[in-house]
Nanobody
Framework: QVQLVESGGGLVQAGGSLRLSCAAS????????MGWFRQAPGKERAFVAA????????NYADSVKGRFTASRDNAKNTVYLQMNSLKPEDTAVYYC????????????????WGQGTQVTVSS
């Protein structure tokens, strides 16, 4: 049974940093892509970043390029999202997700989801 568990969310002032973690278990994830998404109140779930387990390919939404960095630790089966220069508009529940094959920016393409972690950025 695949399980994704996010952690690292919290309250931070604008300009600050947080690092989210997503611990994956239940199978071998080589050949999988891991996505980070976020959902603010009243808005649809939106793509933030993605990373592949096998070749370290990464992709980012335009709104976070240059501020967020996705990385992975194969030995720990964990992916990370380093978030710097946070803005109030980054406030949302952040989710990690997993899918086979290449990454996708569409949440419906992902098979597995974590429970989410709240990130709140105060101005």
């Amino acid at each position: 049974q695949v399980q994704l568990v996010e952690s690292g969310g919290g309250l931070v002032q604008a300009g600050g940093s947080l690092r989210l973690s997503c611990a994956a278990s239940g199978r071998t994830f080589s050949g999988y892509a891991m996505g980070w998404f976020r959902q603010a109140p009243g808005k649809e779930r939106a793509f933030v970043a993605a990373i592949t387990w096998s070749d370290d390919f990464t992709n980012y939404a335009d709104s976070v390029k240059g501020r967020f960095t996705a990385s992975r630790d194969n030995a720990k089966n964990t992916v990370y999202l380093q978030m710097n220069s946070l803005k109030p508009e980054d406030t949302a529940v952040y989710y990690c997700a997993a899918k086979t094959g290449p990454y996708s920016a569409y949440p419906t393409r992902y098979n597995y989801w974590g429970q989410g972690t709240q990130v709140t950025v105060s101005s």
